[in-house]
């Protein structure tokens, strides 16, 4: 490593998912619906459970709350929610084959604040693997194979 630093190399990770970094969409894409039934209950409900819960709760107990609620509406106030998200996914749709028919190209959101990384040069050396217990097994291996039975398992190393 030292080697190669000298030479002029650059030391960098490499990416662990290989991809190139995805567009950003066009401002004039619709945004799809989510959270289905019950994101739908959350938004409509959500401020009536935050007054409901005492002063200085946690974040998550709103979404436990709302869970609580959600599970003992009946089956009609339920298919209510459903079928707005229904409804919601429906427009969505529509929009978006109006989009792709005025030429528009459909790219996902990238994940927040994730900069590309920089790809390792062939040059660099490889990172050794095992850490210290790996590399004192490769230098002791012979010694151990030796100091054990004929016929041990691989295992027994």
Do not use: C, N, W
């Not at 190139?20 to 969409?25: F, S, W």
């Not at 792709?100 to 900069?115: D, F, I, L, P, Q």
């Not at 097994?137 to 027994?156: C, M, V």
Request: hydrophobic residues 25%.
């Amino acid at each position: 490593l030292e080697k190669f630093k000298a030479g002029g190399g650059e030391v960098t990770r490499k990416s662990k998912r290989g991809k190139e970094p995805r567009a950003k969409p066009s401002p004039d894409q619709p945004k799809k619906p989510a959270g289905g039934a019950y994101g739908r209950f959350l938004a409509e409900k959500r401020e009536e459970i935050k007054g409901s819960l005492p002063a200085g709760h946690k974040i998550t107990d709103v979404a436990k709350k709302a869970g609580e609620l959600f599970k003992a509406l009946s089956e009609e106030d339920k298919k209510k929610y459903q079928d707005a998200f229904e409804k919601a996914m429906s427009e969505y749709k529509e929009a978006l084959e109006k989009f792709k028919a005025g030429g528009g190209e459909v790219t996902r959101k990238s994940k927040r604040g994730k900069e590309p990384r920089a790809k390792p040069s062939p040059d660099q050396p490889k990172k050794p693997a095992g850490g210290a217990y790996g590399r004192f097994l490769a230098e002791k291996r012979e010694e151990i194979k030796g100091s054990l039975p004929a016929g041990h398992k691989i295992t027994d190393v």
